[in-house]
């Protein structure tokens, strides 16, 4: 149907959410794109939810960021991106976003960070 955004579009879009909330500090702008059960998984075992995350954007230095996704994929009613943080120009990590479709929408369920 001309008009209407593919699934990929949709999933590009939330990515792009989720990146802008970060590069503003602004837990307000991602705290639609996770699902209330969102869970992150850190290299050294560490895990984050939600509320954990939202609150810790807020101290995130102010440092400029910049993201880079390299890929993106649809199956079904799951969807992953990869990316990459640099912060002034470093790379400091390399991640992959899950997102399922739930109740007709999606939404982030999952982030595997690695350094």
């Known amino acids: 149907m001309p008009g209407h955004p593919s699934d990929l579009d949709l999933i590009l879009a939330l990515d792009d959410r989720w990146n802008a909330a970060y590069h503003h500090r602004d837990p307000g702008r991602l705290t639609t794109v996770l699902a209330d059960d969102w869970l992150g998984f850190y290299h050294d075992g560490t895990t984050v939810t939600k509320q954990e995350l ?62």
């Open 54 to 115: 939202l609150t810790g954007m807020q101290t995130n230095p102010t440092t400029p960021l910049i993201f880079e996704r390299h890929a993106a994929r649809v199956h079904g009613d799951t969807a992953i991106t990869r990316g990459t943080l640099y912060a002034a120009g470093t790379r400091v990590q390399s991640f992959l976003r899950v997102y399922a479709r739930q109740d007709g929408h999606w939404q982030a369920v999952s982030v595997q960070v690695i350094p």
